[in-house]
């Protein structure tokens, strides 16, 4: 057997693994049930969903019909609202529509990373950057997800196609300004993205230093105006500047750090980077498998000249880059946040690997065998787990709370929830988000450090949902307000049904359905909490 075509197989190989994963990740999209989707579906997609409903019906941003909210990416959110504005679909058909549409998203960003590494060298180097995409579990479960990442992946991927194209004329410089605007507007963080690459465009390009430098201001301009743009629509829509999601993340983090000591906070800070850092590696196992390798091959499979070493020294920084900023503003990054460092390491895993097929011996012959054996299996084996298990099997606790508010609340009644994506759009009521992720109106009180009852006075809350008594051991200012307007608390879950003697004063519970343990191995009811003598 010579070099090629053993490389020939393992690509077919890996071509294989990640159409099986794309074809099953479509399937489950299109064919699975409403309870097996809730399990891999983020409840934060549900909040697009109802936005974009609103959008579409109203040209209105908010949530829940009335209250403000900016707490969302514009892209993903607009693609949505057209679809929604021209199919007026069901609620079930609305989540594969998303589905769909982020699993043709996915297998788009592959292609497209198939012609940025067609630009980086050869054909073979785009289909090792394709198939090492698209075998990767955790990129398939981005589709899955409902959120805005395969959005973002593709953006991207379209960015990467431009840095890597020689910028020659006008009609290419074009081009990338145009995908470093629309990655900014699929997700707000992917400035960091877009601005971290001028130096790339500026050194690694060739011809004239006076295009290259027009090339990189068109490039951040574009980029810096597209984010303009959005923060406009934000003000003159909401009255305020900033995102609404980004706000309360970022306000959970000064008061989390703000009771620390320096060296406590400067810990907890170096915390969230490495998780970010190591995490970005690990979602990538083309790299890992691919990185044993080459530095068992030795250090000369490293050695480029200076000129293309900025764009793999880009692509290894990026990661690096991206976990110094969550670091400083965030608590915790959410599997969404990885889809830059993903697509760059992916890209830096796919050069090395054609660096190391350059070796063409038996022995590199024999490690495109192995290399292709471990990424398949991670790929296969990874994505079979966590859709067979499901990634938030919780979430069918919550499904089951909103399909009873459905049936047994009166029609009008007005819901606050803190996680209210599912409640929202499967009970077909008024849910009125409580943790002002998309609620403005809600984060400018918290904020402030002012009450929040006036709010839910003044948005008729006549009932709290949560799938767990979770804020039963802190009832604070909530539960007093609860108590003295005699509003229902309704809960998914007996987890921390224990704390309620002690901390409700004057609280009875009702059973509504009878305990089982179905989903999870705590037992689980479905309880209404309602105030008086039992």
Not at 85 to 107: F, I, K, S
Not at 192 to 199: F, I, K, R, Y
Not at 439 to 453: F, Q, S
Request: with cysteine.
């Amino acid at each position: 057997m010579n070099g090629r075509d053993g490389t020939t197989r393992a690509l077919r190989l890996l071509g294989g693994a990640a159409a099986l994963i794309t074809i099953a990740t479509a399937a489950i999209a299109l064919f699975a049930s409403r309870s097996r989707i809730v399990t891999l579906v983020s409840d934060d997609s549900y909040y697009y969903l109802q936005v974009a409903k609103n959008l579409a019906a109203t040209g209105t941003s908010t949530f829940d019909g009335v209250t403000r909210t900016s707490g969302y990416h514009p892209l993903f959110a607009i693609l949505l609202a057209a679809l929604h504005a021209l199919l007026h679909p069901a609620p079930d058909a609305y989540v594969r529509l998303m589905l769909g549409l982020n699993v043709a998203l996915h297998a788009l960003a592959g292609m497209v990373l198939y012609r940025a590494g067609c630009r980086l060298r050869d054909r073979l180097t785009g289909a090792l950057a394709a198939v090492f995409y698209l075998v990767n579990p955790h990129a398939a479960l981005w589709s899955l997800s409902g959120m805005e990442a395969a959005l973002s992946g593709f953006t991207l991927s379209l960015f990467f196609l431009a840095l890597v194209t020689p910028l020659r004329d006008f009609s290419r410089i074009a081009f990338a300004g145009t995908a470093a605007a629309l990655a900014v507007l699929a997700r707000t963080d992917n400035l960091a993205v877009v601005l971290l690459a001028t130096p790339v465009i500026l050194f690694a390009h060739e011809g004239p230093f006076a295009r290259r430098l027009a090339a990189a201001l068109t490039v951040a301009m574009s980029a810096i105006a597209a984010l303009g743009l959005w923060t406009l629509y934000i003000h003159a829509a909401t009255g305020t500047w900033i995102q609404g999601s980004a706000q309360i993340k970022m306000l959970i983090r000064e008061y989390k750090v703000s009771g620390m000591e320096f060296l406590e906070a400067m810990a907890f800070t170096f915390d969230v980077f490495q998780k970010f850092a190591v995490k970005s590696f690990v979602k990538t196992p083309a790299l890992k498998y691919v990185l044993l390798v080459a530095l068992i091959a030795g250090a000369g499979v490293f050695r480029v000249p200076l000129r293309r070493a900025w764009f793999p020294a880009y692509l290894a920084m990026l990661p690096l880059a991206l976990a110094g900023a969550y670091a400083l503003k965030l608590t915790r990054t959410a599997t969404w946040y990885y889809v830059p460092p993903v697509l760059a390491l992916t890209l830096l895993a796919a050069m090395l690997a054609r660096r190391l097929l350059d070796l063409d011996s038996p022995r590199s012959r024999a490690v495109a065998a192995v290399l292709a054996l471990l990424v398949a299996a991670e790929g296969l084996g990874y994505f079979a787990v966590k859709t067979a298990r499901g990634r938030n099997v919780y979430q069918r606790d919550m499904l089951e709370l909103a399909e009873w508010m459905h049936d047994h609340l009166p029609p009008g009644s007005t819901v606050g929830a803190w996680d209210s994506g599912i409640y929202s759009f499967y009970s077909g009521l008024r849910v009125v988000n409580l943790d002002g992720l998309m609620n403005n109106d809600i984060a400018e009180l918290m904020e402030a450090n002012r009450p929040l009852w006036p709010a839910w006075r003044a948005h008729g809350v006549d009932s709290v949902a949560n799938y767990e008594l979770w804020y039963a051991g802190n009832p604070g200012q909530y539960w007093q307000y609860w108590k003295d307007k005699d509003i229902r608390y309704i809960a998914g879950s007996t987890r921390w049904l224990r704390n309620i003697p002690e901390t409700w004063d004057g609280a009875r519970r009702i059973v509504l359905r009878e305990p089982g343990a179905q989903y999870s191995t705590s037992p689980k009811a479905l309880y209404e909490i309602q105030w008086g003598q039992d």
